[in-house]
């Protein structure tokens, strides 16, 4: 039941709630929001640029800034980072954890909203510019698809070298793989994106020394490393991270039960309308999943 298999994931999180992780989404905010971490910023985009053969970026302006003292932690909102380079092509970048099952339509969602609001009035569709979504994942959203990096186009289903427009792309950098031990898979992707994987998963486990060996002493990703560290030093900045985290535990535990009641619910429905019909007890027990006892009791 799907109650039960994220009451399991809380209960590991919770076992890991002290452990600094790259993977939170309040760490990213602060991390490429300020000015001065525009190289860092960049650096990854264009790592996962590069892995697909397209040109780097130069400027990487961050259109959503996130101050850590004005955040309310105990809001259920989507932490991404919005951003413009030198062609004005816009990037949305964010971080999930968790999985749920309208997740694909959620990033699609985002990916829309953030296009038409370039629309202003008076403007035509022309002035219209490329938006580029990466989401980073812990889980596999499509099973069968086995690659670290994958990429998804708007192409003609006759024939998929025809591209409907470039102004549609979504990027998922999933770390599921990895995360079990097959860390082979990365090395299907470009020196500069495996860095960047390796620093998510192991920049909380690792000592800077062994980060150093692991990323070849890439310098951008040693300061992404102590500004991580530099982050978990800061009482204040710890003390956000677990209260979002309890939230967020809390938040989710709640949608998983409302889902469970409601599906408890629809059965129930069928069940009794299937009761009412004359139809064999057994047979209903077979067809809902409830008990003989609780169909006994519909009215």
Request: hydrophobic share 40%; charged share 25%.
């Amino acid at each position: 039941m799907e109650k039960r298999k994220l009451t399991k994931i809380i209960e590991t999180e919770q076992e890991d709630d002290l452990i600094p992780k790259p993977t939170s989404d309040i760490f990213t905010a602060v991390l490429w929001s300020p000015p001065e971490n525009e190289p860092i910023l960049c650096s990854f985009i264009n790592a996962v640029l590069l892995d697909i053969g397209m040109t780097p970026i130069t400027r990487a302006v961050v259109l959503n800034p996130f101050n850590i003292k004005e955040f309310a932690p105990n809001k259920a909102i989507i932490l991404d980072v919005r951003v413009k380079d030198e062609n004005e092509r816009w990037f949305n970048i964010e971080i999930q954890v968790a999985s749920h099952p309208a997740f694909a339509n959620r990033v699609l969602y985002y990916w829309s909203d953030i296009y038409t609001q370039q629309l202003q009035v008076g403007k035509g569709y022309e002035t219209l510019r490329p938006v580029i979504s990466i989401i980073l994942t812990e889980f596999a959203i499509f099973p069968m698809l086995t690659n670290v990096h994958n990429v998804f186009q708007i192409t003609a289903k006759e024939n998929p070298n025809v591209l409907l427009t470039d102004h549609f792309q979504i990027h998922f950098l999933r770390l599921s793989d990895v995360l079990k031990g097959q860390l082979q898979k990365l090395q299907s992707v470009c020196r500069e994106l495996r860095h960047y994987t390796q620093f998510f998963l192991f920049g909380a486990t690792k000592t800077e020394e062994e980060m150093a060996v692991l990323v070849e002493n890439d310098p951008i990703i040693r300061e992404a490393y102590s500004e991580l560290h530099r982050f978990y030093a800061n009482d204040e900045m710890r003390e956000k991270i677990r209260q979002r985290h309890r939230f967020l535990v809390d938040y989710n535990l709640g949608m998983a039960s409302s889902r469970e009641e409601g599906r408890m619910e629809g059965k129930i429905d069928i069940a009794r309308n299937l009761k009412k019909k004359g139809l064999d007890m057994f047979l209903i027990a077979e067809t809902t999943g409830l008990l003989l006892e609780e169909i006994e009791r519909l009215n």
